[in-house]
T-cell receptor, first 113, second 110 residues
Framework: EAQVTQNPRYLITVTGKKLTVTCSQN?????MSWYRQDPGLGLRQIYYSMNVEVTDKGDVPEGYKVSRKEKRNFPLILESPSPNQTSLYFC????????????FGQGTRLTVV | DAKTTQPPSMDCAEGRAANLPCNHS???????VYWYRQIHSQGPQYIIHGLKNNETNEMASLIITEDRKSSTLILPHATLRDTAVYYC???????????FGAGTRLTVKP
């Protein structure tokens, strides 16, 4: 089954404790991205990757890092989480050429206390 | 990318057609119109997309005006499970640069 898998689905952590949210897709997609969703602000893009070893900032990249060492995985790294990073996070992937749909993961609800 | 304007909320009776409008008056010639929906806090789900011709698939129909400045998503026979937030997105390069607005919260009522 074609899917984008995020882990964990839920996470509560403390300020400053490094964490990684994993994202994996099984569709051999070139393009992957991360979004965060907050009440009243909708979905905002954090980082995206056009292919292996190619990443770029989205609209709200501060406080986040990503890596794309292999095509299927695109982890989101919070080196020093803060309470304002409490949010619902989504990973997405698509084939990377025009006229195609994006597939989203089921989300990771992160709480930083 | 072009911005889109959607009504914040709409209601629809179960079994009736749901018509969700979207304005994208600054759309460029190479930009596609995409529709996604999000049920509760699940990941957004692709519905349909088009460039200038009307499109139909098993989920919905997309009607794009001739000047491409607006479009309508039609769910022909809405069910309770179609209750969701519907997003209209205009994308220039491909859907790799999607900008989600506030969307339309569709409530299907029995």
């Amino acid at each position: 089954e074609a899917q984008v898998t995020q882990n964990p689905r839920y996470l509560i952590t403390v300020t400053g404790k490094k964490l990684t949210v994993t994202c994996s897709q099984n569709m051999n997609h070139e393009y992957m991205s991360w979004y965060r969703q907050d009440p009243g602000l909708g979905l905002r893009q954090i980082y995206y990757s056009m292919n292996v070893e190619v990443t770029d900032k989205g609209d709200v990249p501060e406080g986040y890092k990503v890596s794309r060492k292999e095509k299927r995985n695109f982890p989101l790294i919070l080196e020093s989480p803060s309470p304002n990073q409490t949010s619902l996070y989504f990973c997405a992937s698509s084939p990377g050429h025009k006229n195609t749909e994006a597939f989203f993961g089921q989300g990771t609800r992160l709480t930083v206390v | 990318d072009a911005k889109t304007t959607q009504p914040p909320s709409m209601d629809c009776a179960e079994g009736r057609a749901a018509n969700l409008p979207c304005n994208h008056s600054t759309i460029s010639g190479n930009e596609y119109v995409y529709w996604y929906r999000q049920i509760h806090s699940q990941g957004p789900q692709y519905i349909i997309h088009g460039l200038k011709n009307n499109e139909t698939n098993e989920m919905a129909s997309l009607i794009i005006t001739e000047d491409r400045k607006s479009s309508t998503l039609i769910l022909p026979h809405a069910t309770l499970r179609d209750t969701a937030v519907y997003y209209c997105i205009v994308s220039s390069y491909n859907n790799n640069d999607m900008r989600f607005g506030a969307g339309t919260r569709l409530t299907v009522k029995p």
